[in-house]
């Protein structure tokens, strides 16, 4: 069954304490993995695709990378802006949609 | 400058109600979607429609009718109300295939009474 599963459920990190999400998938051929970032009362926010093993993408204080069975988003020295829940998703092969997992609450202190 | 936009932004409504959540997105892009979020904040698939035809219900209650007029809009129509629809429902979307990424609205906040 095609599952995706984050962890932690929930992060809270000091201010400038870099730390990283997991983003743990089991699909048939993977065609991609999306990272979203979604604040309170808000939609999902895209932040990065990724296509293929060993690719990276940054974006300010954000780095995603991916391997054959996992993402992860490295976020270096975090601001409190940087609080959000950050979600994880990939697409289903066959199949036009988007499997999502349950997110990470993040909260970055002052 | 909205690119995904839903309304209403709330709606609070007794159980059997039927009512209407509308979804417009001026991206040019040629499929739309609709996703529920409970309150654990899983995100789950409801309907999905390229070029305002319908290509994935993924076992959604007969109570909930999607409508595209056009490929920039699509609309959600809910009859007979319960309580276990109470939820945040997202439009999104995206060009074409699922390794597209898709763009979200702000969800319309559901509560049933």
């Known amino acids: 069954e095609d599952q995706v599963t984050q962890s932690p459920e929930a992060l809270r990190l000091q201010e400038g304490e870099s730390s990283s999400l997991n983003c743990s998938y089991t699909v048939s051929g993977l065609r991609g993995l999306f990272w979203y970032r979604q604040d309170p009362g808000k939609g999902p926010e895209f932040l990065f695709t990724?296509?293929?093993a060993g690719e990276e993408k940054e974006k300010e204080r954000l780095k995603a990378t991916l391997t054959k069975k996992e993402s992860f988003l490295h976020i270096t020295a975090p601001k409190p802006e940087d609080s959000a829940t950050y979600l994880c998703?990939?697409?289903?092969?066959?199949?036009?949609?988007?499997?999502f997992g349950q997110g990470t609450r993040l909260t970055i202190n002052p | 400058d909205t690119a995904v936009s839903q309304t209403p932004k709330y709606l609070v409504t007794q159980m059997g109600n039927d009512k209407s959540i509308k979804c417009e997105q001026n991206?040019?892009?040629?499929?739309m979607y609709w996703y529920k979020q409970d309150s654990k904040k899983f995100l789950k698939i409801m309907f999905s429609?390229?070029?305002?035809?319908?290509?994935i219900n993924e076992t959604v209650p007969n109570r909930f009718s999607p409508k595209s007029p056009d490929k920039a809009h699509l609309n959600l129509h809910i009859n007979s109300l319960e309580l276990g629809d109470s939820a945040v429902y997202f439009c999104?979307?995206?060009?074409?295939?699922?390794?597209?990424?898709?763009?979200f609205g702000d969800g319309t906040r559901l509560s049933i009474l």
């Open positions: 990724l296509y293929s």
């Open positions: 991206l040019g892009h040629d499929t």
């Open positions: 429609y390229n070029n305002k035809e319908l290509i």
């Open positions: 999104a979307s995206s060009h074409g295939t699922s390794n597209q990424p898709q763009h």
């Open positions: 998703a990939v697409p289903i092969q066959g199949a036009q949609k988007l499997v």
